[in-house]
């Protein structure tokens, strides 16, 4: 009989109905993995999981958002804010090619993070359905694991397999697709399996040795720190390490939030815009300690501050994940191992018999970086520099800053200082429209923190409709939208490759205060710099989502780099 799904059930046969479905078996191995938090943008193909959530919306906060990249975005994001995976779940098709970014910068940046898909029911696979996607093929090299469910009684153990996949050695994004009867399919309650564990790798008593006799013979070491999987206790074990050596320790790419900036072993960060300074202490050192950075493009200057296959300087790399020891850098010493692992052993490490030899060399690169960290001027009266300085010393030390990607960051990466653990988010994947979703996020995460998004004008509009999230579920962020009418970044290069030929980067904008009032948000215009903070503070004052809108010279590409003076160049 077709239509059963609305035949009335006897009373009688009650008692004899099955005890769950496939989707409140999913909500049940969630629970179990301690997911409280859930981002998404609804969609039919899983309905039944929107309704089992409903059940437990008091214990799963569900964030629902305007557009699927921006879901994923936000659980990538909680996912490098607090350690364990972030969640999303989207629709098939459009849903989850909108998704697939998210994916990408977690793969790139070693997040952990659990993708959930809906897909097509089971007897129509293999059909091109409606929407219908193969994702093993679509995701295979963006995730560590990439799966669908085809039997609601297998939820939990695929569940558990997903949340220990993505936090075991190199963390990443973990893709489950789910048919949608398979969602709806009545089976009897199960268990839920047990809470996962995390998996990781630790140093040889024989490595912690060779590393040890390096340092005794060494003259001009660096550390360099970067990577995901770091907690406080591990920042603060490697601190004591690096204290007691007397070591300068470097932050790579958009990790700078590893080591108390204002530290005065600190030597700035290893990315984009590095300080030529640092560089040629990089090229110069004898030993570099690279403690969880992938040692990538961004971190290595395009691959040049070492040598491949074999660096110049001797070289201890330590990471996660063994797969990516020798992956292009054979290291003299390569040691697997989880972030708390090493930094606890390295805490424990023997204190060296005498002052070290490079202790007045590292002061001396603590130096090399204030003078880099001090604003100079840019062209126009608001000087983005000295903006990153006042909202360095008007906000607490706590306070997360977000961005996405575009030469605006620069000012942020090399003028703010940051000096506490995660409170810096940021796309080492260099993933346009990241900084609202990530912002939410972690004003999701803590409501007590003060949360700074910073976007260009080009990366705004990729996610700024997120104001309505912010709205709908009273996230009172502060976004900086620096407007100078174009794509900078992609300006730059152009005029580098070729000169006048502007083409396809300018860019027209709405008014960016007025567009955020259009959602109840707060706005103001920001044209100067004596402006810029009372703006910040009637913007903290108003307790709502906020956007000011900075204004800025199109002639100002760089901290130290004018449009004018490039085409002279």
Not at 292 to 309: C, K, M, N, V, W
Not at 442 to 458: C, E, I, P, Q, S
Request: net charge negative; glycine share 8%.
């Amino acid at each position: 009989m077709s239509g059963s799904h609305d035949t009335a059930v006897h009373p009688a046969a009650a008692a004899a109905l099955p005890e769950s479905t496939g989707a409140r078996l999913l909500v049940d191995a969630l629970l179990a993995q301690g997911v409280d938090r859930m981002f998404c943008v609804p969609g039919e193909s899983y309905l039944a999981v929107l309704d089992a959530l409903y059940d437990v919306r008091e214990r799963i906060e569900l964030i629902t958002c305007r557009h699927e990249a921006a879901a994923a975005n936000m659980a990538e994001a909680t996912g490098k804010l607090t350690g364990r995976p972030g969640v999303a779940i989207v629709t098939r098709g459009p849903g989850a090619t909108h998704a697939s970014i998210g994916v990408h910068t977690a793969f790139q940046d070693s997040t952990p993070m659990v993708l959930l898909i809906g897909q097509v029911g089971r007897g129509m696979l293999d059909r091109e359905a409606f929407q219908e996607i193969d994702y093993r093929r679509m995701f295979g090299q963006m995730a560590k694991w990439v799966a669908q469910i085809d039997d609601p009684r297998r939820m939990g153990e695929y569940v558990s397999h997903a949340f220990h996949i993505a936090s075991a050695g190199r963390p990443g994004p973990v893709v489950l697709a789910l048919p949608e009867d398979v969602l709806s399919e009545a089976c009897a309650a199960m268990p839920p399996p047990p809470h996962h564990r995390r998996v990781a790798a630790s140093a040889s008593p024989a490595q912690m040795a060779e590393l040890a006799a390096l340092l005794d013979t060494a003259k001009r070491p660096v550390a360099i720190l970067g990577g995901s999987g770091w907690t406080p206790q591990a920042c603060a074990d490697f601190r004591t390490f690096a204290e007691r050596w007397a070591l300068p320790v470097a932050c790579a790419f958009r990790y700078q939030d590893l080591f108390d900036n204002t530290h005065p072993q600190y030597a700035g960060d290893v990315g984009l815009g590095i300080n030529p300074a640092l560089a040629r202490r990089i090229e110069a050192a004898d030993l570099v300690l690279a403690i969880g950075p992938r040692l990538g493009e961004a971190t290595t200057s395009q691959y040049t501050l070492f040598d491949i296959p074999r660096p110049r300087q001797t070289l201890v790399h330590v990471h996660s994940g063994a797969e990516e020891l020798g992956r292009v850098y054979a290291a003299d010493l390569p040691i697997n191992a989880g972030m708390p692992e090493i930094a606890g052993a390295l805490a424990t490490l023997a204190e060296p018999a005498a002052r070290p030899v490079w202790a007045e060399d590292t002061a001396l690169a603590h130096a090399a970086y204030v003078e880099w960290n001090t604003p100079g001027a840019m062209p126009g009266p608001l000087q983005l520099g000295e903006v990153m300085k006042q909202m360095q010393a008007h906000l607490r030390p706590d306070a997360i800053l977000t961005n996405g990607a575009g030469n605006y960051a620069i000012w942020l990466h090399r003028y703010f200082q940051y000096r506490h653990f995660k409170s810096q988010l940021a796309p080492t994947s260099g993933a346009m429209g990241y900084g609202v979703p990530a912002a939410l996020a972690a004003k999701a995460a803590d409501r007590k923190r003060t949360v700074v998004a910073l976007a260009g004008d080009g990366c705004f509009l990729m996610s700024g409709n997120e104001l309505a999230t912010a709205m709908q579920h009273d996230l009172a962020i502060i976004v900086l939208v620096i407007n100078n009418g174009q794509f900078g970044t992609i300006r730059m290069h152009q005029e580098k490759h070729y000169p006048a030929r502007v083409h396809g980067t300018g860019l027209t904008n709405p008014d960016f205060a007025a567009y955020a009032r259009s959602f109840g948000a707060f706005g103001e215009v920001v044209e100067t710099t004596e402006a810029f903070l009372p703006a910040l503070q009637r913007a903290q004052a108003s307790g709502l989502p906020a956007v000011l809108e900075l204004r800025v010279t199109p002639e100002a590409l760089t901290p130290a780099l004018t449009l004018s003076a490039l085409r002279r160049a």
